[in-house]
Nanobody
Framework: QVQLVESGGKLVQAGGSLGLTCTASGISFGRKQMAWFRQAPGKEREFVASITKNGMVTRYGDVVKGRFAISRDNAKNTVYLQMNNLKPEDTATYYC???????????????????WGRGTQVIVSS
């Protein structure tokens, strides 16, 4: 049974930084691309960042490029999202996701997510 547990979301002021953590179980973590998505109220879920199984290739959504950084620790089955220079428009629930396929390197979108966590809420005040 796949389980993804996100943590780290909270209220933060604009310009601040925040780190999110997602711990996975029930998967071959070392063979999986991982990603973060987010969903703001009334909006569709959008891609934030992804990372290949060995951490060598990362991808970012245009709106977070240069501000956010995704990383992973395969020994801990954990993926991280470091968010810097946060803006009010970053306010959303952030979800961790695992690629349904093994050993891919091309990133993945919402349709290819095998499982989702419950999310962690990030609120950025202006």
């Amino acid at each position: 049974q796949v389980q993804l547990v996100e943590s780290g979301g909270k209220l933060v002021q604009a310009g601040g930084s925040l780190g999110l953590t997602c711990t996975a179980s029930g998967i071959s973590f070392g063979r999986k691309q991982m990603a973060w998505f987010r969903q703001a109220p009334g909006k569709e879920r959008e891609f934030v960042a992804s990372i290949t199984k060995n951490g060598m290739v990362t991808r970012y959504g245009d709106v977070v490029k240069g501000r956010f950084a995704i990383s992973r620790d395969n020994a801990k089955n954990t993926v991280y999202l470091q968010m810097n220079n946060l803006k009010p428009e970053d306010t959303a629930t952030y979800y961790c996701a695992v690629d349904k396929f093994n050993d891919r390197v091309g990133g993945f979108d919402v349709r290819d997510a095998a499982s989702w966590g419950r999310g962690t809420q990030v609120i950025v005040s202006s």
